[in-house]
């Protein structure tokens, strides 16, 4: 037995041009309008589902919510935005939960990919919660924080997060893949 939540609820990535304004770099960041505007979806596998609604959480504003109940694959929700500096910040309001039963894994989490001019994947930044047999590991190009537990507001600039992954080269980000994603297996 599995279960994988992932809930995002605000999402944005900034770059503060002066300090009046700030450029939104993120198509519908607050998911007020449909999925299809600005996002890709895709899911693989079973007992997965993937929910837009202003019912996930008290606040009356819409959600997005991932599960995974039971089966195997994964579900997400994506897009790539280009970064024109690592000055840029990012900000999430997320909610993750991930646990197994024997031998069987899950993850639910917000993915930060950073790519290169060729959308190359160069390193990751893992925002969620990973059930105990999950394989996922933090290393020189995966930073991996920890997000289990109720709403929480994440915060940061590029350029401070990226020194937490030395074998990736900052210099060449060009883009950040932003995913929401459950997956599971072994189930």
Known sequence: MHRAIAVLAFLTCFVLPSLASELELVSNGEFEAALSVGWEQGVSGTALSVEHAFTIHPDF??????????GNGSAR???????????????????????????????????????????TPLGTTVLGSTSAACPWVGGPTQHIIDTTGDWQSYWFKFSDELVNLPGLDADEVREVEITLLVTAANC
């Open 77 to 119: 929700v994506w897009q790539t935005v280009a970064l024109p500096s690592l000055n840029a910040g990012f900000s999430a309001d997320l909610s993750s939960l991930a646990y197994d039963g024997g031998g069987a894994w899950c993850a639910a989490a917000l993915t930060l990919t950073y790519l290169d001019d060729a959308s």
């Open 61 to 70: 504003d819409y959600e997005v919510r991932l599960s995974s109940a039971n």
